[in-house]
């Protein structure tokens, strides 16, 4: 219980750095001088600090938010309790847990989207299921694969490859933040929040691109073979690595728009998935 | 005035139709028609290739004892505006509408019926520029009218509010304020419709204040836009110096086409960074405004100012540039080049700016005119249509450019017409500065300008910009009538913005498209209705009528 409290107050603090960090680098990026790396903890801190302003939902709509933001710690922790042993010798019921709690986080962040009488946030909301629903099953896929730790190098190739892609995506980042896409939803699914509650869907928001970062740290460390104190290390140092490739990703790219980004999801991952399923199926 | 036999025939056609020739300039031919066949002289006109640039009303009750329309069309094959009078009797104020044959009078002609009162027959009619609680009966562009009176606000019925889909009263996709309802069936727009004017300022009425004479009215005209001042000033000067009848020095008009290409370099710039910022691409965003500082310290180290330059006087130009300056400006043009031409790669590889902008804002050329559209965004649909080219003004007849045109009349089209023209620009630049001869930058003129009427007109970064200028041998303009790019390009929105057969739109496509157009309003306002085009009703979406259209898609 106490290193779960620990490891969640680590990614609390770290999370909101990273981003910090993804700022800076954006900026550096667009040859800005960009805020200081602690920003985003700025933001967080001061958000706390104002009224609460409870849109329409009053109670249950906070509820829904604190939840969200709780089950992503949950999430968090799972993972970081996962890399303590590596991927390929993870139990079932904790895998099988780390999904049900990422499918929580997102079903929490639709309803929190749709329940607003706002036509941006339910737009913004349904698009955010539309690309979860394109993007998740194979998550959940590749993560039971490379969980079981059957399989050759080359099938856990290409399931890292669908892990990757997948967990970039409920990172919420260009090209796929159009469930906020500012000039066509004024923020879409945020767009109701101020103060504390948005205070704590941008804590949610930063935590989620935790989770997502440390997943392909978690895949891609799996490949070294370590276990125990060493395999958590690995995932460690190797998280802020993915949280930096992503940034240079996202940075380099433009927003797409919800028919082009499911169609390309569902080419891309369907692909790559079926290709898993032969190769495990054949035992290749 | 180019292909002089080909105008007389048209001329002829037109007077058979029962237009009366009322004055003949180099470039410009006025005529008269009555109010009952305005409409077959217009439709003449239009079908012989003339295209409306706009209309104006004027109360002339103190110089004829009427109102008056003026249609002010363009044959620029044959180098003439021609200008079509049509006098209305005050007590009895209607005009036959020309709208059934040219659409693109539409909002000019319901502008000139809000504001000075001439009603049209035979179209559809709305209060347009005025706002909602302004009195009836109240006419701001009659001369009786005070520039400063504040008729009392009258109450009307409210609205209904269109709660639900509220998008304003600011919207981050619209810089500046107007109101739009998408007419939608899931996230594909089928149909839509336009209401804007929410802050009109009143500027000509301004102008034909007391206070202004026609010096200070060019102050006026610069400020009508924060990007593209320059130009609204420069048109006021062509058309006041059109009426005085005098020539401006040659390097006066070398310096004009310097500051106007610089204006067009810097707005060009700005609306890629815009358009990338639409769709998410905030790199080459930042990248581009950052470049463009280049030429906004080039500006401001050529005129003094960043925005507002204050370079155009009547007579010439306030501001000489001197050989250090010429280099450094040559020496940004340098850089620019470069960068843009970056620029340019970047947008016709970058497979995110394709997938956005590519088959998205449809303007199709028959479309681009018979709407009358302007500027890039006709040139971006095979209009070659540019007013330098089509009527040298400054010194753009000594200066090779091409016109740069695309046909692929989508949102692509028009990026690539913005940056082609912002090389041509650079290169306008460099030969105006090779070219420019010495002497003076500005003649004295009266400060009493003479009877009469002029055009000007200058091809902005949006498309052309028009000044119709009525002076009645004082030192204040009677009438001055402005017609900006926007005005013209904003009625081709409804057709880029509609889908029809395999031509869809959806709402992510809306900003990039409202974009394209470049739009130049003034800002607020609010919301975005969603209607359902089946039934043909319009009603407050609730969460369980959205929820429900959506799990059906």
Known sequence: VLYSIAVAILSLALAPVYDGLERKIRAAIHTRIGPPILQTWYDILKLFTKEIVVPVGGIWYTLVTALELLTLIASSTILLHISSYGLGKTALLEAVTFIVLTSIVTTLAIVRAVSQNNVFSIVGGFREFSLMLSAEPFLALSFLLLASGAGSLASKSIATAVLAISSYVISGRVPYDIAEAEPELASGVNIELAGPLLGLATTSSVLKKLVSATLTALALTSFVGLSGFSSLMAVVIATPITWVTHTIVSTILGRSRVDLAIRFLYVSLFSLSLTLVLSFGLGL | ?553
Not at chain 2, 226 to 239: E, S
């Open chain 2, 1 to 553: 005035m180019k292909n002089e036999s080909v105008l007389s025939n048209t001329v002829k056609v037109l007077e058979g139709l029962g237009a009366v020739v009322e004055e003949v300039k180099d470039s410009e031919v006025y005529l008269r028609a009555t109010r009952e066949s305005v409409r077959a002289v217009a439709k003449a006109l239009y079908s012989s290739g003339a295209y409306l640039r706009t209309c104006a009303g004027v109360d002339e009750r103190e110089l004829s004892g009427m109102l008056a329309v003026y249609y002010i069309f363009g044959l620029d094959e044959q180098g003439v505006d021609v200008v079509l009078r049509v006098l209305v009797p005050e007590g009895d104020p209607w005009s036959a509408s020309i709208v059934p044959d040219v659409p693109a009078a539409d909002w000019c002609e319901l502008e000139v019926r809000d504001l000075l009162g001439i009603d049209f027959r035979g179209r559809l009619t709305k209060r347009l520029v005025l706002p909602e609680d302004w009195p009836d009966g109240v006419y701001p562009l009659r001369k009786e009218f005070k520039y400063d009176e504040k008729p009392s606000r009258v109450l009307r019925e409210e609205l209904p509010e269109e709660a639900g889909v509220p998008v304003g009263p600011y919207h981050p996709a619209l810089h500046e304020p107007e109101y739009f309802e998408l007419y939608v069936e899931g996230e594909k727009v089928v149909d839509i419709a336009y209401r804007g004017f929410h802050v009109h300022r009143g500027i000509e009425k301004l102008a034909e204040s007391q206070r202004f004479t026609y010096k200070q009215v060019l102050y006026i005209a610069e400020r009508i836009c924060g990007i593209c001042g320059i130009v609204h000033a420069f048109c006021l000067t062509q058309a006041t110096e059109d009426i005085i009848g005098k020539e401006i020095p040659k390097r006066a008009d070398y310096i004009r086409t310097i500051g106007l290409e610089l204006n067009r370099i810097h707005s060009h710039l700005l609306w890629l960074g815009v358009a990338a910022h639409e769709i998410g691409f905030d790199t080459l965003f930042m990248y581009v405004w950052r470049d463009r500082e280049m030429v906004m310290d080039v500006i401001e180290d050529f005129t003094g100012n960043r925005v507002t330059y204050a370079l155009m006087t009547i007579g010439g130009v306030r501001r000489d540039i001197p050989q250090e300056k010429a280099e450094r400006i040559l020496k940004v043009m340098d850089l620019l080049d470069e960068k843009v031409r970056k620029y340019k790669k970047m947008c016709l590889d970058e497979r995110t700016i394709r997938m956005r902008c590519d088959g998205v804002g449809i303007l199709r050329k028959e479309d681009a005119i018979a709407l009358c559209a302007v500027g890039p965004t006709a040139r971006a649909s095979g209009v070659p249509f540019d007013v330098r080219a089509d009527d040298p003004h400054a010194a753009y007849d000594e200066i090779p450019f091409r016109v740069v045109t695309y046909d692929t009349c989508d949102v692509t089209a028009r990026l690539l017409v913005r940056i082609d023209e912002t090389l041509e620009s650079i290169s306008i630049v460099r030969e105006a500065i090779k070219r420019m001869p010495s002497g003076p930058v500005r003649i004295r003129v009266p400060r009493v300008v003479p009877t009469g009427e002029g055009v000007g007109r200058t091809e902005a970064p949006r498309g052309e910009v028009i000044h119709y200028v009525r002076a009645n041998g004082t030192e204040r303009p009677f009438r001055w009538k402005v017609r900006a790019p926007t005005l013209a390009n904003l009625l081709s929105i409804p057709v880029m913005l509609t889908s029809r057969g395999d031509y869809v739109v959806n709402i992510a496509d809306v900003p990039i498209t409202f974009a394209s157009i470049d739009p130049c309003l003034s800002c607020t306002d609010r919301a975005i209705r969603f209607i359902d085009v089946s039934s043909g009703k319009s009603w407050v979406w609730t969460f369980s009528q959205i929820k429900r259209m959506y799990w059906r898609d």
